[in-house]
């Protein structure tokens, strides 16, 4: 485009051919230039904060949080309330999701946060589900894990997903997308305990706090990277937390609990983007290729990982995974998975 304003603006014989001269200093070439450093400055300071943002600690003290560019430091925003409703685990099938997909598990040790993104997408010109746009969850899921303490007996499993939902499809709570945890006791035998939800045998609840955010359009998906994390008992107890990255913001929720203590048990995780719950399917159009990416935080610094053709939620998309397997490396006590789904 440059080069076709230089061209546009034929320099006279009479006249400096210096850009910086001052017959130039207000050419459309000279403030296409200006416009350009300007961008280039502003991509540069985004991607400085960018890298910044996702090294500070989500605030201790239970509740909701907003970061927003420039902004270096979270602001406590009103938490928002959801009823109950279950992204269920269902038997598996062929297309992603629905218990096939591949995740991410440690060798030997827990992880204690992770992080789910997706690299350049190619492609992609619309999503929905159920005839709806935009229209999608991201789950970052952990394995199904047995007897966690809150099973009090019961022979049952502990699960937990980190959730961005674009839409929460009840009128109270979130009043636009919506940022949360689910937590379930699978095959629960008995009365669920207090404040659990029933659902097929087993026990789910949401998270006590929950953030109503703008929704992301299905084109914002490459700027999105979900964080889940939790962390141990210790003098303020063990709390697990929530964090959505955007292109110029970042939201968080902190529970300020662990009702399953998953930093004993969290050593396998799952990150895609699925149907907006209840086992819902998110449908891409044709030729969309998605290519996935998940980076894991060890609790031990040594331990290794691998991949495994496993998924733990309901929900699905209408994309097939590459017959390519993951590619797994570790670095400086961090773990990362790579591979790609498209149809």
Not at 84 to 95: L, T
Not at 293 to 304: A, C, K, Q
Request: with cysteine; charged share 15%; proline share 5%.
């Amino acid at each position: 485009m440059v080069m076709l304003l230089l061209f546009a603006t034929p320099v006279q014989a009479n006249e400096s051919n210096s850009l910086v001269g001052s017959s130039y200093t207000n050419t459309p070439v000279q403030q296409t230039i200006a416009m350009i450093s300007k961008d280039q400055k502003e991509m540069a300071d985004l991607e400085d904060w960018h890298l910044k943002v996702k090294e500070i600690s989500v605030p201790k003290k239970k509740g909701c949080y907003e970061l927003i560019y420039p902004a270096t430091k979270y602001k406590a925003v009103p938490c928002a309330t959801l009823p109950a409703r279950p992204f269920s685990k269902e038997p598996s099938s062929e297309i992603v999701g629905n218990g096939n997909d591949w995740s991410i598990r440690l060798y030997e040790g827990k992880f204690s946060t992770a992080d789910g993104y997706f690299g350049n997408v190619s492609g992609l010109e619309k999503e929905s589900d159920d005839g709806q746009s935009d229209d999608y969850t991201l789950q970052l899921n952990t394995q199904f894990f047995d007897s966690p303490p809150i099973c009090n007996g019961s022979d049952c499993q502990g699960w937990q997903q980190f959730i961005y939902s674009t839409d929460y499809p009840y009128e109270e709570g979130c009043t636009d997308g919506c940022l949360f945890m689910q937590y379930w006791l699978l095959n629960y035998s008995g009365q669920c305990p207090d404040n659990w939800d029933s659902s097929g045998g087993s026990c789910y609840r949401n998270s006590s706090k929950a953030i109503s955010i703008p929704s992301q359009s299905i084109s914002a998906l490459p700027d999105l990277l979900l964080r889940g994390s939790t962390t141990a008992s210790g003098s303020n107890g063990a709390t697990d937390a929530l964090t959505l990255f955007t292109s110029k913001s970042a939201y968080a929720v902190n529970e300020g609990a662990s009702y399953l203590d998953l930093y004993d048990y969290w050593d396998t995780a799952e990150f895609n983007v699925f149907g907006n719950g209840g086992g819902s399917e998110a449908v891409f159009n044709a030729g969309t290729s998605i290519p996935v990416g998940l980076t894991g935080f060890p609790t031990n610094s040594e331990d290794t990982a691998t991949y495994v053709k496993e998924g733990y939620t309901g929900e699905t998309n209408n994309l097939t995974l590459s017959s390519t397997p993951p590619t797994v490396t570790s670095q400086a006590g961090t773990v990362f998975m790579k591979f790609v789904e498209s149809n």
